[in-house]
């Protein structure tokens, strides 16, 4: 998904206002199932988008199918619709987590390696974040086989990148860069 500047701000607003009224938890735990049913359910994600179906109706259909929202995740949908932004709902989903899980002290660690990762690689790859970041991580391994070899860990905005491509790519523009004479 894109990362939007308003749902990004309706995250924070919305974080600060949990955290306030210690509704927070509850407010994760509506905000991971909104990303799990989006995620398995394109047509919602759709739905939502659609410019000629009216806010009321994408708001009364939103209410049904997340049936058990807690009052603060009802009256963000609510700020949503009434600011024409429901489309955003997912991606103010996915920022409120990220945010969330930040204040408390949580990071996601996302590693790219060209091959699955065994059990001693990925120990060593969490020791290796654990080195860059003194927050509680969770590691999430992506398979890229153009990266040729070697891996890429990201931490928040923090990146240590050992692939075998990005080495050459540096070779490549110390050799192009360098004036060799006879």
Known sequence: MKNNRAALRYAKA?????????????????????IDVCNASEDLVVFLDNPVLSIETKKETIFKVFANLSEGSKRLVDLL???????????????FIE??????????????????LTNAL????LNKARELSSAKLTLTS????????????????????TSVVQKLDTLKRELT????SA
């Open 99 to 116: 945010l969330y899980q930040v204040q408390q002290g949580k990071q996601k660690a996302i590693v790219t390696t060209a091959i699955p």
């Open 177 to 180: 860069q360098t004036n060799y």
């Open 14 to 34: 919305a974080l600060s206002i949990s955290l306030d009224q210690g509704t927070a938890p509850a407010l994760e735990q509506d905000m991971v199932e909104v």
């Open 122 to 125: 990925e120990k060593m790859i």
């Open 81 to 95: 619709a009434t600011n024409n932004r429901i489309n955003l709902l997912d991606q103010v989903a996915e920022q």
């Open 142 to 161: 992506v398979v890229d086989p153009s990266i040729i070899g070697g891996f890429i860990l990201r931490i928040g905005d923090l990146q240590y990148n």
